[in-house]
């Protein structure tokens, strides 16, 4: 069996720049453990499989893999998924993404780039004592915000701080033993309104290039601290990714750039179906 595979980089700024994602087609589903296997074989932050949907709520049912596990929620994969569709479809002005844990996502076209509608996840205050993330982190966050136990969000003064931490993956794992934990550095950003890094070692991933999720969850933050809906934002990893970030009630629009880098076939063979 031949699947055909596009790669896409998503929420970048120009060549070698944003988060790389997998985006495969199929007719059908395949088994877990070989969607899970390709995934681990593309070893990208995402690989993301796309079944045609025959109800009106949406055109495709989509599910996300990382290296290691599958995620329930993933922005930078779904923006790839939507680039690959309308790319093929230059008549359709958005694509609207059925999925098993996030709900329905919409990807549009908009001004020669791309809006991503995603749930706003926002999170609270959390009080207890910063020491256990700062040696994670490497430095002493001024606040800490969370998101259930799944997503913690360490609220930095300056940008450089953020650019400066030297996370220890293992100590970021202790945080929350046996939860696939996000940890979210961000602070005021340069040349963006606000600057972030994100760090998913759980997910067997270490630091994420660009992490659509974790900007629904920091968005309603800072629109909060800000004072105001509509924003831009850097996510200053190695590679880098650029967003505008927007607060529509129960919503989050992150938009940004996705260019398709790879188009290939993975060759599938009859054993891996058969078990």
């Known amino acids: 069996m031949r699947l055909p595979l596009v790669q896409v980089d998503a929420f970048g700024a120009g060549p070698f720049t944003g988060n790389p994602a997998a985006v495969v087609m199929l007719s059908r589903w395949l088994p877990d453990a070989v969607l899970q296997g390709i995934a681990t074989d593309n070893n990208l932050s995402e690989t993301a499989y796309l079944v045609p949907h025959d109800g009106a709520e949406a ?3 989509l599910r996300w893999f990382t290296p290691a596990m599958e995620d329930g929620f993933c922005g930078h994969a779904t923006l790839a998924s939507g680039h690959v569709v309308l790319d093929a479809l230059p008549d359709l002005a958005e694509v609207r993404f059925i999925t098993r844990q996030a709900g329905t996502l919409v990807v549009a076209r908009e001004n020669g780039a791309y809006a991503l509608r995603l749930p706003a996840r926002p ?3 959390r009080v207890p004592d910063v020491s256990a993330v700062a040696a994670a982190l490497g430095a002493r966050p001024s606040d800490l915000w969370a998101r ?3 997503y913690l969000v360490a609220l930095f003064d300056s940008p450089d701080e953020v650019r400066g931490l030297t996370p220890d993956m ?5 945080l929350a033993p046996g939860v696939d934990l996000m940890l979210i550095a ?3 950003g340069e040349q963006s ?5 994100v760090f998913v070692p759980a997910c067997g991933i270490g630091e994420d290039p660009v992490t659509g999720s974790a900007h629904a969850v920091i968005t309603p933050l800072w629109a909060r601290l800000l004072g105001r809906n509509r924003f831009t934002a850097h996510q200053a990893s ?3 990714g650029w967003l505008e970030c927007e607060l529509v009630g129960d919503a989050v629009i992150l938009r940004g750039q996705a260019r398709i880098t790879m188009r290939g076939e993975y060759d599938l063979p009859d054993t891996a ?3």
């Open 59 to 61: 055109d495709f049912q």
């Open 123 to 125: 999170a609270e205050r």
């Open 148 to 150: 259930g136990n799944d």
């Open 170 to 174: 293992a100590a970021i794992m202790a």
């Open 186 to 188: 961000t602070a005021p």
């Open 193 to 197: 309104d606000i600057l972030s890094r």
């Open 238 to 240: 190695r590679r880098g």
């Open 273 to 275: 179906l058969s078990g």
